[in-house]
T-cell receptor, first 113, second 114 residues
Framework: QKEVEQDPGPLSVPEGAIVSLNCTYS??????FMWYRQYSRKGPELLMY????GNKEDGRFTAQVDKSSKYISLFIRDSQPSDSATYLC?????????????FGAGTILRVKS | GAVVSQHPSWVICKSGTSVKIECRSL??????MFWYRQFPKQSLMLMAT?????????EQGVEKDKFLINHASLTLSTLTVTSAHPEDSSFYIC??????????FGPGTRLTVT
């Protein structure tokens, strides 16, 4: 079993839809949960991070962490064609500087106009 | 957010030659940097951890002599692909941690070996 599981998709939605992207994990030591967006042939861009359980909102994006279920989500409201990209979840125990992040496989999202 | 640059963004080289890729943290210092490789439509594969002032740590299965890593300063790490072959053609991405959880990625370098 992989440490972090993420449905690779592709996930195809119409413009304006609410998108839900999810990851599950097995390591209870993870404390920080990140979401990256990667456009084709570009490096991943850090969208947001969350510490421990709870929600965090940034514009159209909401990150949610449920540590009891070992489940994290990224919601995108009013999705736009420009949101079409691969979304990667990543996790860290946050103990030491320079810890390797553990990544999900990435979910390909396509928003149709 | 913090900014990481890579140079070059795209390089084409002939089989048997060596190619150097630079990774710089522009507005913060990074004593550690990471090098990833990514094939089309696949996820990131960590190749090695670059450590300023000490040897790099390579992931299992990555050839140390083929992928030379030098962390020359607190803002610069280089990856040299030696004696490149067509199977080394890939997208190489570096990242630098700002703290124990935030990592910022460079824009990537596309290597094509002919």
């Amino acid at each position: 079993q992989k440490e972090v599981e993420q449905d690779p998709g592709p996930l195809s939605v119409p413009e304006g839809a609410i998108v839900s992207l999810n990851c599950t994990y097995s390591n209870s030591a993870f404390q920080y949960f990140m979401w990256y967006r990667q456009y084709s042939r570009k490096g991943p861009e850090l969208l947001m991070y969350t510490y421990s359980s709870g929600n965090k909102e940034d514009g159209r994006f909401t990150a949610q962490v449920d540590k009891s279920s070992k489940y994290i989500s990224l919601f995108i409201r009013d999705s736009q064609p420009s949101d079409s990209a691969t979304y990667l979840c990543a996790m860290s125990d946050g103990v030491e500087y320079g810890n390797k992040l553990v990544f999900g496989a990435g979910t390909i999202l396509r928003v149709k106009s | 957010g913090a900014v990481v640059s890579q140079h070059p963004s795209w390089v084409i080289c002939k089989s048997g030659t060596s190619v150097k890729i630079e990774c710089r943290s522009l507005d913060f210092q990074a004593t550690t940097m990471f090098w990833y490789r990514q094939f089309p439509k696949q996820s990131l594969m960590l190749m090695a951890t670059s450590n300023e002032g000490s040897k790099a740590t390579y992931e299992q299965g990555v050839e140390k002599d083929k992928f030379l890593i030098n962390h020359a300063s607190l803002t610069l790490s280089t990856l040299t692909v030696t004696s490149a072959h067509p199977e080394d053609s890939s997208f190489y991405i570096c990242s630098a941690p700002l703290n124990s959880y935030e990592q910022y990625f460079g824009p990537g370098t596309r290597l094509t070996v002919t």
